[in-house]
C-alpha cells in the first residue's frame, strides 16, 4: 500500500495540473486516495491490497468523465462513453491514466 502511494505522489508531482493528492477514505487493506486538479475537478484513486483492484475515476461535476479499472479485466470508461467498456490488453498504470487526462488541461 505504502509503495503504490509513493508512486502516486512521484507520478502526480511532475504534473503542472494537479494541485494536491491526499487520503480520502482508508481500511486496513484499501486506500481511496483524492487527486485535486487545478479545474476543481478530481481524480479518485482506489487500491486493495487483499483484492488487487485498482481504479480511477476523473469526476467533475459530480459525473465520472474517464475512468480505468481492473474489474473483470482491465478497461477503460472512455471520456466520450463514461459508462461503456472498452477493453484494455494490459493493465493501466496511473502514468497512462494521468497522461490521457492530461491532454485535456492543455
Request: hydrophobic share 40%; charged share 25%; with cysteine.
Amino acid at each position: 500500500m505504502e509503495e503504490f502511494e509513493r508512486h502516486l505522489e512521484v507520478v502526480c508531482s511532475k504534473l503542472s495540473f494537479v494541485k494536491s493528492v491526499a487520503i480520502f477514505a482508508s481500511t486496513e487493506s484499501s486506500n481511496l486516495w483524492r487527486v485535486a486538479l487545478s479545474d476543481d475537478s478530481f481524480v479518485d484513486v482506489y487500491y486493495s491490497e487483499i483484492t488487487d483492484k485498482t481504479s480511477f475515476a476523473h469526476i467533475k461535476d459530480g459525473r465520472r468523465i474517464l475512468g480505468a479499472d481492473n474489474a473483470g479485466g482491465w478497461h477503460w470508461h472512455p471520456s466520450n462513453a463514461p459508462d461503456s467498456h472498452v477493453p484494455s490488453a494490459s493493465e493501466i498504470t496511473i502514468e497512462e491514466f494521468m497522461k490521457e487526462l492530461e491532454s485535456t488541461f492543455k
